[in-house]
């Protein structure tokens, strides 16, 4: 079955730096996947997805790119700010389900 | 606010005891999926539902098990409970059957097994 490894566990950047999340996954099948923020106390939220029939995709601050050779995405933010502190989960589609990753801590220090 | 609601919010509970958590899909969406989240192993799917109907499975313990209603609530039965099933249960909602596209989740219900 599919299998998605997220890297790093927990990163720490300064304001206004960038950051970046990386995933792979096993199963070449996977056509889909998604990017998901956790803030403290509350359930995850879709910030951004990607299908497999593109390679990268934007929306303001927050980008996902996919290298289906290599089986692997990524998210970048830019210009962090505090509130986008938060656990950051990349999921893969595979078999009628999404299988995620296991999570990166993301902290931003004013 | 996701629109998904999941009652009780947390649940204190000893071993071997059995526990039922609730969850009201957002208007309008009728597929149901509830997810296992604990310190050590991330969301960890667990079953779905789709207008009443299980539509998949994922790694959900014989001990536990799910129904969707025909208002599209949803419960989660988890049933001999052991000190391992503490964790964080979520429950998503979506438009459509299929797992590719946007999920709503709720708060979480917080079990804790004493």
């Known amino acids: 079955g599919e299998n998605v490894e997220q890297h790093p566990s927990t990163l720490s950047v300064q304001e206004g730096d960038s950051a970046v999340i990386k995933c792979t996954y096993s199963?070449?099948?996977?056509?889909?996947f998604p990017w998901y923020k956790q803030e403290l106390g509350k359930g995850p939220q879709l910030i951004i997805d990607i299908r497999s029939n593109v390679g990268e995709k934007k929306d303001q601050r927050i980008a996902v790119t996919l290298n289906k050779t290599a089986k692997h995405f990524s998210l970048h933010i830019t210009e962090t700010q505090p509130e986008d502190s938060a656990v950051y989960f990349c999921a893969g589609y595979n078999t009628d389900k999404l299988i995620f990753g296991t999570g990166t801590r993301l902290q931003v220090f004013p | 606010d996701s629109g998904v609601t999941q009652t009780p919010k947390h649940l204190i509970t000893a071993t071997g005891q059995r526990v039922t958590l609730r969850c009201s899909p957002r208007s309008g969406d009728l597929s149901v999926y509830w997810y296992q989240q604990s310190l050590d192993q991330g969301l960890q799917f667990l079953i779905q539902y789709y207008n009443g109907e299980e539509r998949a499975k994922g790694n959900i313990l014989e001990r536990f098990s799910a129904q969707q209603f025909p208002d599209l609530h949803s419960e989660l039965n988890l049933s001999s409970l052991e000190l391992g099933d503490s964790a964080l249960y979520f429950c998503?909602?979506?438009?459509?059957?299929?797992?590719?596209?946007?999920?709503?989740f709720g708060p979480g219900t917080r079990l804790t097994v004493l």
């Open positions: 199963d070449s099948a996977s056509n889909y």
């Open positions: 998503a909602s979506s438009v459509e059957a299929v797992a590719y596209n946007e999920q709503f």
